[in-house]
């Protein structure tokens, strides 16, 4: 398992997970290009030994000065429930307690989305409240954080 940042040749991979989790919800593919160029983090989770075969990955902004926000994290349908999102989650919070002066990273999760949810919790993330119609299928999310 390794991960990496992700790059232009990654983008149709990428996409084509976008579309089957997210749907009509998924970011657009213009979008995503300029996430790789400016987003803080944009990692990739691979299999090294299947042609760098991408099984997930998690972007994140800084949208505030101390603050970070996990605008898209996702592992593929069929390597859900192996501990590659917990991998990647971990991994990805030891980079961001890297960054200078960051002391709060936010998220937001359908509030259906239990597993994700569970997942989050684990990593000690909390519910600070819920926001009605937040996706563009007008469900509800919850916007979770951590203190850093």
């Known amino acids: 398992m390794e991960i990496k940042k992700v790059n232009f040749n990654d983008l149709d991979k ?41 099984l997930g990955f998690i972007i994140i902004i800084q949208d505030d000065l101390n603050r970070l926000n996990i605008i898209n994290f996702l592992i593929s349908k069929k390597n859900q429930n192996k501990g590659y999102g917990s991998y990647l989650l971990t991994k990805t919070l030891e980079i961001v307690r890297q960054i200078n002066g ?13 597993t994700a949810i569970k ?27 951590l203190d850093l």
Do not use: H, P
């Open 102 to 114: 960051i002391k709060k990273i936010v998220l937001n999760v359908k509030t259906k989305n239990e």
């Open 14 to 54: 990428i996409m084509k997970m976008e579309k089957e989790a997210f749907k009509s919800d998924s970011f657009s593919k213009e979008f995503m290009k300029k996430l790789i160029l400016q987003s803080t983090l944009f990692l990739k989770l691979i299999k090294k030994q299947v042609k760098q075969k991408i």
């Open 119 to 145: 997942l989050y919790e684990e990593f000690n993330f909390r519910i600070v409240r819920e926001i009605e119609n937040y996706y563009r299928n007008q469900e509800n999310a919850y916007l979770m954080e």
